[in-house]
């Protein structure tokens, strides 16, 4: 499979939990990657290797997998949290990145 | 720091080709697993144009492969992507980013983007 599948918005109360989830065949073979794109700003990377966090990144952040889906789950989001996710794997052959399409997060 | 700085000429017009170079600091450029650009047109998500791996070896987006060519400069410690037959649909952020912490796949630093328009 080429794509990645993720649904466009969610929205969590200040404090909650949210998942985010990202769906794709590759995923089964590959790890996902998780990037945040606050507005305005490039992209940073906040979960690699499925559930890894990169130096800076608070614990709130983590990562999962399980057959062909992989998650993003904020654990009692901040406001700073609002922004647009996009999950990131590779596709059957390895060799071609893949993004899906964006989570739009809303902090209520 | 490790930094990265697109360049690029801002405005391109329709069947001319683009080139953007993406300038790295704090670290050299041979070193890294690959770098690779992404760019995202306004108001829509990331597209991945290719990645030019430590070895040479290139790999592209199939949907841009007959425009694209990606090539490293270790000399100038610089990468740069070319996209030939721009139309409008090319109007986008372009983004560098490389993979230069272990951090398996992923693309850990990226340049702040550039804005290319494609118009007459």
């Known amino acids: 499979s080429s794509e990645l599948t993720q649904d466009s918005a969610v929205s969590v109360a200040l404090g909650q939990t949210v998942r985010i989830t990202c769906h794709g065949d590759s995923l089964r073979s590959y790890s996902a990657s998780w990037y945040q794109q606050k507005a305005g700003q490039a992209p940073a990377l906040v979960i690699y290797g499925i559930k890894n966090r990169p130096s800076g990144i608070p614990d709130r952040f983590s990562g999962s997998s399980s057959g062909n889906t992989a998650s993003l789950t904020i654990t009692g989001a901040q406001a700073e949290d609002e922004g647009d996710y996009y999950c990131?794997?590779?596709?059957?052959?390895?060799?071609?990145?893949?993004f899906g399409g964006g989570t739009k997060v809303t902090v209520l | 720091q490790v930094q990265l700085q697109e360049s690029g000429p801002g405005l391109v017009k329709p069947s001319e080709t683009l080139s953007l170079t993406c300038a790295v600091s704090?670290?050299?450029?041979?070193?890294?697993?690959?770098w690779g650009w992404i760019r995202q047109p306004p108001g829509k998500g990331l597209e991945w144009i290719g990645s030019?791996?430590?070895?040479?070896?290139?790999y592209y987006n199939p949907s841009l492969k007959s425009r694209v060519t990606m090539s490293v400069d270790t000399s100038k410690n610089q990468f740069s992507v070319k996209l030939s037959s721009v139309t409008a649909a090319d109007t986008a952020v372009y983004y560098c980013?490389?993979?230069?912490?272990?951090?398996?796949?992923?693309?850990?630093?990226w340049g702040q983007g550039t804005l290319l328009t494609v118009s007459s």
């Open positions: 704090g670290y050299s450029i041979s070193s890294a697993y690959y």
């Open positions: 030019v791996y430590h070895s040479g070896t290139t």
């Open positions: 990131n794997s590779r596709d059957s052959s390895g060799n071609l990145v893949l």
């Open positions: 980013a490389g993979n230069i912490s272990p951090t398996g796949t992923s693309f850990d630093h």
